[in-house]
């Protein structure tokens, strides 16, 4: 029986990490490509065939540079509790009307392979590969299946983005960009339009106008979106009391979250933690 050849160390964990630094990001992109490269090796090596291998590698790349890089902008060697679960409720979010389970399914076994593979470069800790793998264990395919399409599609069969992505899309240029970082650390405050306004250094009339021909949406309505992201994420990752939650992003209490939550999502708070959130130790 021919024994699979362990991959050889080649980087330390801070290699991939992110900064704002436009020639370091492309370093750990470039790092990114050569360990997928490598990756890929190691799927043939371990007995995958050609084109197996090389779906298992597309899918990996997708996780590892669109998802943790661009979208999450994660140190790939410095896994975080509850990753894995905030791609796959990303990956339903950004989906149109009918995403297929076998997909996510192959999905979430690259990405169990690749932290493998980080694990035999240690790249990562047999801990943090037990947390990865706790993660992928809950996020069946018979669970996904079971609880996550319905409520991630809208009445009428309108489709669900996460908040970042839509204003990505409608806020082109970044005008912006500042405003809604700021909006993000102060989200228990008044978030009235004179109060965005004062903060962008605009008149409010002007603010309003502008705001709108921007990014498509009113100030009011960006405010309640990421006000809902926020809570999407305590519910992700927090074991806070709904009500704690409220308060924390801004809605005073949990009745007008559920409100907006099922504007956005199509679910209550409680059915999205349910499905996504951290289990109790």
């Not at 661009?70 to 989906?95: K, L, M």
């Not at 809950?138 to 299946?145: E, M, R, S, Y």
């Not at 002007?206 to 309640?224: H, I």
């Not at 005073?252 to 099922?262: G, L, P, Q, S």
């Amino acid at each position: 029986m021919t024994e699979t050849k362990q991959p050889e160390i080649e980087f330390e964990h801070d290699d991939f990490a992110l900064s704002d630094n436009m020639e370091e990001e492309l370093q750990v992109d470039e790092r990114c490509q050569t360990l997928l490269q490598r990756f890929y090796q190691h799927l043939q090596d371990s007995g995958l065939e050609i084109q197996q291998a090389s779906d298992v590698a597309f899918c990996a790349d997708y996780y590892l540079r669109d998802y943790l890089l661009d979208f999450s902008r994660q140190n790939v060697a410095r896994p975080e509790p509850g990753t894995v679960r905030r791609f796959a409720a990303t990956w339903f979010i950004t989906r149109t009307l009918d995403p297929e389970m076998a997909v996510l399914e192959r999905h979430l076994e690259a990405i169990r392979r690749l932290y493998r593979f980080l694990h035999a470069l240690h790249l990562i800790s047999a801990e943090e590969l037990a947390m990865i793998e706790e993660d992928l264990d809950h996020l069946t395919a018979l669970n996904v299946a079971r609880g996550m399409v319905l409520f991630l599609k809208r009445p009428g069969g309108q489709s669900q983005f996460s908040v970042e992505l839509r204003q990505q899309m409608r806020d082109a240029r970044g005008r912006f960009d500042d405003l809604h970082d700021w909006i993000r650390t102060h989200l228990e405050a008044d978030l009235s339009i004179p109060a965005l306004a004062d903060a962008a250094r605009m008149s409010p009339r002007n603010f309003a106008r502008v705001y709108l021909r921007e990014t498509g949406e009113s100030p009011a309505r960006a405010v309640e979106r990421l006000r809902t992201e926020a809570a999407r994420r305590l519910l992700e990752s927090a074991h806070d009391p709904i009500q704690v939650i409220a308060r924390r992003t801004g809605f005073r209490d949990d009745e007008r979250m559920r409100r907006a939550f099922a504007k956005t999502y199509g679910v209550s708070p409680q059915d999205y933690r349910r499905r996504f959130g951290q289990p109790k130790a």
